[in-house]
């Protein structure tokens, strides 16, 4: 399910990525985060210090917390996506750290998609380098609702303020540009600690929160019960029993919206009209089902509806479309060309489709384009139209992350080829010389609840 919080055990939960260019001390920021928030089991403690005491290291090497690969640790990068999953005395976070080298550009797709927050690591030395655009670019693209910059390695420009001013400005104008709603830029030293989970008495001019504490405060606006209701039919229940001779159930999990007993609704893409009769959970018929939850719906006539079906409200029904015109990362090895055959995966509905056109290709910058590549390989972002055998009820990406996505996969293997954001690339871009103070403060200064409204 794309990026929302949900409440676990009394506490929120956020999901939120993590990403950097090589050598930006990213891994060493994330281990320093889960030391200093005490998640870190002391098992795996004392076996980090080992390693790090083998390989001539004075002190635990924090990267090694997050690095879980061998070829990770021996180069000193992140190449896979590692999920780590830890609870604060606030709030249960699940962590994707992502890999910052541009051939892993794809990984970093992977990890944020389902992302509420991204973490965005710049040395303070470099600033904002291609890197970090791209990073930013394809946290805009996935519609992640906020975005925080830490700028790392203060220790190493004599904590100045003016070089963090500088780095926070720069990047909150590129990011008003990309559409990106929220950003907070926080000055760190990972290495020390600065700033993660406690403030920095070297930088006593910032005044604003520790990422940790950031973390655990910062409200995540998106509410997935607020949209209209898209219920993707994933099985057909029939019982056929003596108890459940006439049953028929409709199962699934309520991608976003409500649902409620007698609410006039369409399937698609049939387009014919029902009512919800009824609706099943595990704990027995409720009234209202909403986002996320995993129910059985019961529709009051007797149509033919199958698994790939769509169930939504009758007064806000989703287009059907045949052309498909989106935004992709292509994951695979092969390159994607004009004129494939794939298949079209579009929540629980399969499709066969044609890929007509290949527009353009997004440059390194995030904001300029190459046009007519006439193919994408593995990593590249681009536009691509598409043509399906059958009609798709697809919404825009800007308006569900769940109903807007899809996958382009092979037909001979079933390996993914793409990952697709259907519609507009990014959101409204802002003029270059339009003011951008009021998104962010250059002292990184901590937001009331108004101005985060």
């Known amino acids: 399910m794309p990026g929302r919080t949900e409440r676990l055990g009394g506490t929120t939960l956020l999901r939120f990525a993590t990403a950097g260019s ?39 090497d924090l990267a090694s917390l997050t690095d879980g690969l061998r070829a990770e640790r021996e180069q000193g990068i992140t190449i896979d996506v590692a999920y780590r999953y830890f609870t604060t005395a606030r709030r249960r976070f699940i962590m994707a750290d992502t890999p910052g080298h541009v051939q892993y550009t794809r990984n970093m797709v992977t990890g944020a998609s389902t992302a509420d927050l991204v973490l965005l690591v710049a040395d303070a030395r ?59 830029a926080v000055p760190t030293a990972a290495l ?3 700033n993660v989970a406690t403030p920095s008495a070297a930088m006593g001019w910032y005044d604003g929160p520790t990422v940790l504490e950031h973390l655990e405060t910062t409200p995540v606006g ?96 989703p287009h059907l479309t045949r052309d498909v015109t989106a935004t992709v990362c292509h994951v695979a090895d092969r390159p994607l060309m004009i004129g494939a055959r794939v298949l079209l995966r579009h929540t629980t509905r399969t ?64 390996a993914t080829l793409t990952a697709g954001m259907a519609g507009e690339a990014f959101t409204r871009r802002r003029a270059p010389d339009a003011p951008t103070a009021e998104r962010r403060r250059p002292t990184g200064s901590a937001r009331t609840g108004e101005e985060q409204c």
Not at 29 to 58: I, Y
Not at 239 to 256: I, M, N, T, V, W
Request: hydrophobic share 40%; aromatic share 4%; net charge negative.
């Open 22 to 60: 090589v050598d930006d001390g990213k891994s060493t920021l994330m281990g320093r985060l889960l030391h200093d928030a005490k998640v870190v089991p002391q098992d795996q403690w004392e076996a980090v210090a080992r390693s790090s005491a083998d390989r001539g290291q004075t002190s635990p």
């Open 126 to 184: 470099n600033g904002v380098v291609e890197q970090t655009r791209r990073h930013a670019a394809v946290a805009a693209l996935l519609r992640v609702p906020q975005l925080v910059l830490a700028v790392n390695k203060m220790d190493l420009v004599d904590h100045a303020e003016a070089v963090f001013t500088r780095i926070a400005k720069e990047f909150g104008a590129y990011a008003a540009e990309l559409g990106i709603p929220e950003v907070t």
């Open 192 to 194: 020390f600690g600065d």
């Open 222 to 317: 998106d509410d997935p019960t607020a949209r209209p209701a898209r219920f993707p039919v994933q099985y057909v229940i029939r019982p056929r029993s003596a108890e459940h001779a006439d049953y028929r159930g409709y199962a699934g999990r309520l991608a976003c919206g409500v649902l409620r007993v007698g609410e006039p609704v369409t399937v698609l893409p049939s387009g014919r009209p029902s009512v919800i009769a009824g609706i099943d959970s595990l704990r027995g018929p409720v009234d209202t089902a909403r986002a996320s939850q995993s129910v059985t719906l019961r529709l009051a006539d007797d149509i033919d509806v199958s698994r790939g079906d769509l169930i939504a409200p009758t007064a806000a029904v």
């Open 351 to 414: 499709v066969t489709a044609v890929v007509r056109d290949i527009p353009s290709r997004l440059a390194l910058d995030g904001l300029s384009e190459h046009p007519r590549p006439g193919r994408l390989v593995a990593n590249d972002i681009g536009r691509v139209v598409v043509r399906t055998a059958e009609p798709l009820a697809l919404d825009a990406y800007a308006d569900s992350r769940s109903t807007g996505s899809f996958l382009l996969v092979d037909p001979a293997d079933g």
